[in-house]
Structures are given as structure tokens and as C-alpha cells.
């Protein structure tokens, strides 16, 4: 069983950065793929970043790309989520997830989710 929890949410200016972090316990975190996705009010949760266990290849949803950075540390068991130039867009619950399936890009691959927390982006 994998625990996941992330931090590092918050209110920013547009143009804003933040970054956010899922910190594992239970298991390592090195065997798993790794995905970030965000669920704003009223809309469908929806693929951000993932990052695969070997290699690190990493893959981006069109709407971030060059602006957001997903990376990991396996040493801390943490994945991470750089968030640059934010847009009010951006506002929403962001939820990190493990999983060793193959389709990272799809939510009902992952296997363990942690609660989300909260970036809100003010104009």
C-alpha cells in the first residue's frame, strides 16, 4: 500500500509560481509511474504531468507544456510539480497518483491517489 500526500497549494497572483510536492510512505516510490492531475469545480479531473519510473521520461498535458515541470526524487520518495506563469485557468484541486501500469495519461490506470490540495490563481 502506497500513502500519498501533497503539499505546497496555495493563492497566486497570475504569472505566479508554485510548486508542489507528493511525499510517499509505505512502499518506495521508485517502481511507480507518477502522474499529476487537477480537478477544477464542475469539470472532470484531467491528465497535468507524469513521469515514468525508469528513464524519467516525462509527459505533459498541451495546456502546461512549458510552463509546468514534473520531476522525482526517489532518494526522498517525493515527486514534484513546478508550476511557472500561472494562469487563473490553472485554478483547481491537484491530485498526485501512482501507478505501474503502462497508461499514464489516463486516471483509471493509477493505482493510489493522495487528497489533493488547493492552488487558486487570482487575476
Known amino acids: 500500500q502506497v500513502q500519498l500526500v501533497e503539499s505546497g497549494g496555495g493563492l497566486v497572483q497570475a504569472g505566479g509560481s508554485l510548486r508542489l510536492s507528493c511525499a510517499a510512505s509505505?512502499?518506495?516510490?521508485?517502481?511507480?509511474?507518477m502522474g499529476w492531475f487537477r480537478q477544477a469545480p464542475g469539470k472532470e479531473r484531467v491528465f497535468v504531468a507524469a513521469i515514468r519510473s525508469r528513464g524519467g521520461s516525462m509527459y505533459y498535458a498541451d495546456f502546461v507544456k512549458g510552463r509546468f515541470a514534473i520531476s522525482r526524487d526517489n532518494a526522498k520518495n517525493t515527486v514534484y510539480l513546478q508550476m511557472n506563469f500561472l494562469k487563473p485557468e490553472d485554478t483547481a484541486v491537484y491530485y498526485c497518483?501512482?501507478?505501474?501500469?503502462?497508461?499514464?495519461?489516463?486516471?483509471?490506470?493509477?493505482?493510489?491517489w493522495g487528497q489533493g490540495t488547493q492552488v487558486t490563481v487570482s487575476s
Open positions: 497518483a501512482a501507478t505501474l501500469g503502462t497508461t499514464i495519461t489516463n486516471d483509471s490506470g493509477y493505482m493510489y
Open positions: 509505505g512502499r518506495s516510490l521508485s517502481s511507480y509511474d
